[in-house]
């Protein structure tokens, strides 16, 4: 396990999204991805879950799927390859956003 995340556990909550997003760091979203069986993570990754957290620190929402596709000009197929656990579950968890209402 990367020396920057030694206690990732710690930082999640029940659901396995972060206790606070300003533990987040590209180490512990690695990390998280490992866990959660996404990637290794790529670019295309990377791009997502920016986007995903400077609409969450504007809004104090993350952004649904369309408005992610429109930006990234990703395909909502695409993305669901990128996140297979889903857009919240996936790029909201390793963003380090919180479990958003509704999320089963």
Not at 22 to 39: C, F, Q, V, Y
Not at 58 to 82: A, D, M
């Amino acid at each position: 396990m990367p020396s920057d995340t030694p206690q990732i556990e710690s930082l999640e909550n029940e659901d396995g999204f972060l206790k606070e997003m300003s533990t987040w760091s590209r180490g512990l979203a690695e990390e998280l991805a490992r866990k959660n069986n996404i990637g290794p993570l790529i670019e295309d990754h990377w791009k997502i879950i920016e986007y995903v957290q400077k609409i969450y620190l504007e809004s104090g929402r993350g952004p649904s799927i369309v408005r992610i596709s429109k930006h990234t000009g990703f395909g909502s197929r695409y993305i669901c390859h990128l996140f297979p656990c889903g857009v919240a579950k996936g790029a909201y968890r390793l963003a380090g956003l919180p479990r958003p209402p509704g999320c089963a």
